[in-house]
C-alpha cells in the first residue's frame, strides 16, 4: 500500500474516533474506490459505512455494506452482515429520554461537547435503588471495529516480525489492531437496572487476613536465616565476634514495623513510584478529557460514601495497567497507565475504574500496598544486582553476582506467592462492584480484553517483558503472562474459542494455583452472567456444556503431588505394623521412629513414585510424523479438553524474545513470538552447553518441544536451533528423573536413620 493511501487511511480512522465524520468520509471515500489498494479499500469501506450511520446518510451506509458482503473475507462478510441488520432495522432518533424517575443518562453516546450528566439514582457499593425498569435497546448502531484511542498507536507502531495471513495479508499484527480487524459486538449496557445480591465478603476479609499472616512468616523466617547465616560467618572469620542483637527473636519488631508500613504506604509508595518509574500527578481534568464518565463514577460514588476523591497517580507507560494502594479510603491513590488511557474507550475507562473503587470498598488494597511496598524494593535490588553483574566482564566474578541475583528473585517470587489467592480472589469482587456501579459489564469485558492486548503489543514492541510491568503484576487488572497468548491470538482465533478451555474445563482451577490473576474466561463469563441477569446481550458468547476430560490424565498430571498423601498413607500403615510388631515383641523399631520423622521419608518417597510415574506420559519422544507446526496453534489453543499432561509435539519457527542479561540467567523470561502469537517457554540450563540460551534473543530460531494447554499455555522446550545450525537442549525429561531420584534417596535415607 502506497505510504500516501496508508497516512489518508489512519487520519481517516483517527477522524471517525473522535466523531469529524464529514473529514473521515473526505479521507476514506478516495481509498474506498481505489482498486489498487485491496486491503486498505476494504478498511476504509468499513469506516465509511461508519461514518455515513452517523452523518445520517442510511442509504450510502446500507450500499456499502450490501458490497462487503460479497467480500471473499469471513471477518468482513459477518461484519457487514450485522452491520446492514443495524442500519435496515435502524429507527427514527431517540426522543428524549422519560425515566424521570431514576434520573438515569446512559453514557456511551455522550460526546466531548455534551454536558456532564450525574445522575442521582443509580446503583453503588451499598445502596440499592428502588424498582427501575431495564432498557437495553439503542437506537443508534454500535461501533463494529476497534476505532478506540489510535493516536498512540499511529505515532509509534512497534514492527512485529512476521507478516499475518488472510485477510490482512501482509500487514503486520499491530497494523491489522489499528485497522481495526478484531471485531467487537459493542454489547450495550443497562440503562436501568436491579442491584445485585450483596456478596459474601467473609472470605475475602479472611483471606486479606491470611495474607498478611503469611507475609509476616516469611519475612520472620528470612530474617532469621540472614541473622543465623550472619553470625555464623562472623564466628568463623578472625577478629571478629557475632553480634549479640542478631540472636534476638525478631517477631514483635517485625510485627510492629509491618504495622507502620501499612499506615505509611501511601506516601513511601508515592516516593518509589516516582523515582523509579516516574510516577505524577495526574489532574482530574486531564481524566476527564479521556473519560468524562470515569470521572463522574469517582465524585458519585465517593461522594455517596462520604470519602474524598482518591488521589489520581500516572506513569509514563504504554502497557496498559491501573493498580490502588493507601491504607484507608481517605489516602487511597489510584494510578493509571498513559497506554491504558489511550487504548481503551470512554465506557470502558470508566469500568476500569470502578473496579478500583471496589478495592477501596473492600479494603484488600492495604494488604496490597504492604506487599507492594516489601516486593517493589527487592525488585529494584535484583534488577541493580543483575545490571551490575552484566557490566562485569569476568566470567569468575560474574558467577556469585549471578548466583547472588538469582536468590534475591527467588527471595521476591517467595513474597508475592504469599499473595496469590488474595490477588485471584479480589478480582472476582472488583469486577462485580464496577459492573454494578457502571452498569456496562459489557464494557469491563472489552476492557480487560483490550488491556491483554496492549500488555502483549508491549511485549512485542521491547521484546521482553518490561520490569514494570513484572514488578507491578500484583496489583495490575490482567496478568502479563496471561496476556501473552490471549493478547496475540484474537487475528487467528476469536477470543470464544480461546477462552473455552477457562469456561469449560473441568480441571481448569488446580492450574491456577501458582497464577497471580484468575482465569479470564472465568472472569467474563461472570460478566456474561450479570449481563443476562440484566436482560443485556454479551460481549462474548461462550457454549454451556463442559468438555469432557478423562479423570485418568488428571490423576495422572497430579501425580507426583497425589503420592504426597499416599506417602501418608504409607506413613501410617508403617506405624501399624511397627506398633503390631512391637506388641508382639517380633521387632523393636523405636530407636528409629521414636522421633516421627520417618513420615517426612514417606512423603518424599511418595512424592517420588508419583513423579517417575508421570515422567513417560509427560515427555513423550518427540516423532517427525506427529509433530505440530504453527498453522496448529491456533487449534491447540482453542482445545477446551486439553490438559498438560497430553504433551503435544510441537515445532515452531518464529522469534525468541526476552531479557538479555543476568536478569533471565534462569530463564524465567523466555517467550517465543510465532505468526499465530505469543507463547511462553520453560527452559532448564544445562552446564557445558557452548551456546547459552541468552545468545539466541532476538533472534529467528526453530523451537522443538511440547506444547501444555493450561492456565497460562506454554512449551516445554526439547531444542532451540538457529538457522546457522546451533543447537541448545533443555533437559526436561532428565531433570525429572534427577528430582525423582534425589527424592527417593532422600527419602529412604530419613526413613531408615529417622
Known amino acids: 500500500m502506497p505510504s500516501h493511501a496508508k497516512s489518508s487511511l489512519e487520519a481517516g480512522l483517527v477522524a471517525l474516533k473522535q466523531g469529524n465524520y464529514q473529514t473521515a468520509i473526505a479521507q476514506l471515500e478516495p481509498i ?78 455522550s460526546t466531548p461537547d455534551s454536558p456532564a450528566v450525574t445522575p442521582p439514582v443509580t446503583p453503588t457499593l451499598e445502596e440499592k435503588p428502588k424498582d427501575q425498569v431495564i432498557e437495553t435497546k439503542s437506537d443508534d448502531i454500535p461501533p463494529m471495529v476497534p476505532l478506540t484511542r489510535l493516536k498512540a498507536t499511529v505515532a509509534t507502531p512497534p514492527p512485529p516480525p512476521a507478516p499475518l495471513s488472510g485477510f490482512m495479508g501482509s500487514v503486520t499484527r499491530t497494523q491489522a489492531k489499528l485497522f481495526g480487524v478484531i471485531y467487537w459486538r459493542q454489547a450495550q449496557r443497562a440503562r436501568a437496572w436491579q442491584p445485585l445480591r450483596k456478596p459474601k465478603l467473609i ?34 572469620l578472625p577478629y571478629l565476634e557475632p553480634l549479640q542483637l542478631l540472636y534476638r527473636d525478631p517477631t514483635k519488631l517485625l510485627l510492629i514495623v509491618l504495622v507502620i508500613l501499612i499506615g505509611v504506604s501511601p506516601w513511601l509508595l508515592d516516593l518509589l513510584l516516582a523515582k523509579l518509574y516516574g510516577q505524577r500527578e495526574f489532574p482530574k481534568d486531564v481524566l476527564n478529557t479521556h473519560s468524562r464518565e470515569a470521572v463522574r463514577v469517582l465524585q458519585r460514588c465517593c461522594q455517596q460514601r462520604h470519602w474524598p476523591l482518591p488521589k489520581l497517580r500516572i506513569l509514563p507507560m504504554a502497557a496498559p495497567i491501573i493498580l490502588t494502594y493507601g491504607s484507608l479510603p481517605r489516602n487511597a491513590r489510584i494510578v493509571v497507565s498513559q497506554g491504558l488511557l489511550e487504548q481503551l474507550a470512554d465506557d470502558e475507562i470508566a469500568t476500569i475504574y470502578a473496579t478500583q473503587l471496589g478495592h477501596i470498598a473492600h479494603w484488600d488494597f492495604a494488604v496490597m500496598s504492604l506487599l507492594l511496598l516489601v516486593t517493589l524494593p527487592t525488585h529494584q535490588l535484583y534488577q541493580q544486582v543483575s545490571e551490575l553483574g552484566d557490566k562485569i566482564s569476568a566470567t569468575i566474578w560474574r558467577w556469585p553476582v549471578t548466583i547472588l541475583a538469582s536468590l534475591i528473585y527467588g527471595v521476591w517470587c517467595l513474597l508475592t506467592g504469599t499473595a496469590l489467592w488474595l490477588s485471584r480472589l479480589r478480582l472476582y469482587y472488583s469486577d462485580r462492584v464496577a459492573a454494578e456501579i457502571t452498569g456496562n459489564p459489557n464494557a ?35 496478568s502479563h503472562q496471561q496476556s501473552l497468548s490471549l493478547g496475540t491470538i484474537a487475528s487467528n482465533l476469536s477470543f470464544e474459542s480461546f477462552l473455552k478451555w477457562d469456561t469449560a474445563n473441568p480441571y481448569r482451577r488446580w492450574f491456577t494455583i501458582n497464577n497471580s490473576h484468575p482465569l479470564m474466561g472465568d472472569r467474563i463469563e461472570r460478566l456474561c452472567q450479570i449481563a443476562r441477569h440484566w436482560h443485556l446481550d454479551t460481549e462474548l458468547h461462550f457454549a454451556s456444556e463442559a468438555s469432557k476430560v478423562k479423570r485418568q490424565s488428571f490423576l495422572l498430571q497430579i501425580a507426583p503431588w497425589l503420592g504426597i498423601p499416599l506417602g501418608v498413607l504409607f506413613a501410617a500403615l508403617v506405624w501399624l505394623t511397627w506398633q503390631l510388631a512391637f506388641a508382639l515383641k517380633f521387632l523393636n523399631l523405636k530407636w528409629i521412629y521414636e522421633d516421627w520423622s520417618f513420615i517426612t521419608g514417606c512423603l518424599l518417597i511418595g512424592f517420588s513414585i508419583g513423579t517417575v510415574m508421570r515422567i513417560n506420559s509427560f515427555f513423550p519422544d518427540i516423532k517427525p510424523a506427529t509433530v505440530q ?56 540450563s544445562w552446564l557445558g552447553q557452548s551456546v547459552n540460551h541468552q545468545d539466541l534473543i532476538g533472534r529467528q530460531i526453530i523451537v522443538t518441544g511440547w506444547f501444555r494447554r493450561g492456565a497460562t499455555p506454554w512449551i516445554d522446550i526439547q531444542t532451540l536451533e538457529t538457522q546457522s545450525g546451533k543447537t541448545i537442549h533443555s533437559p526436561h525429561p532428565i531433570w525429572s528423573t534427577f528430582l525423582a531420584v534425589a527424592a527417593q534417596a532422600w527419602g529412604a535415607y530419613v526413613f531408615l536413620t529417622g
Open 629 to 684: 507446526t504453527d498453522d496448529s496453534l491456533p487449534n491447540l489453543l482453542s482445545d477446551p479438553s486439553a490438559l498438560p499432561i497430553d504433551s503435544i509435539s510441537v515445532r515452531l519457527v518464529g522469534k525468541l524474545l526476552g531479557r538479555q542479561g543476568t536478569s533471565n540467567s534462569l530463564a524465567q523470561d523466555l517467550i517465543f513470538q510465532s505468526s499465530a502469537g505469543l507463547v511462553k517457554l520453560h527452559h532448564i
Open 203 to 236: 472470605p475475602l476479609r479472611l483471606l486479606s487476613a491470611g495474607t498478611f499472616i503469611a507475609l509476616f512468616w516469611v519475612m520472620r523466617e528470612i530474617l532469621k536465616l540472614a541473622m543465623g547465616f550472619i553470625n555464623q560467618t562472623l564466628v568463623k
Open 444 to 478: 469491563l469485558i472489552r476492557a480487560l480484553l483490550k488491556i491483554a492486548i496492549g500488555i502483549a503489543a508491549d511485549v512485542e514492541k521491547q521484546e521482553h517483558t518490561s520490569w514494570q510491568l513484572e514488578s507491578l503484576n500484583l496489583l495490575t487488572p490482567v
Open 32 to 109: 474506498a474506490s481505489s482498486q489498487n489498494n485491496g486491503t486498505a479499500s476494504l478498511q476504509a469501506q468499513v469506516g465509511l459505512v461508519m461514518a455515513y450511520a452517523r452523518t445520517g446518510e442510511v442509504p450510502k451506509a446500507i450500499a456499502i455494506s450490501q458490497n462487503l458482503i460479497e467480500s471473499n473475507n469471513p471477518q468482513v462478510q459477518e461484519w457487514a452482515t450485522r452491520a446492514l441488520e443495524h442500519l435496515t432495522k435502524r429507527k427514527k432518533p431517540d426522543q428524549e429520554s422519560k425515566n424521570v424517575e431514576t434520573g438515569f443518562v446512559a453514557f456511551e453516546n
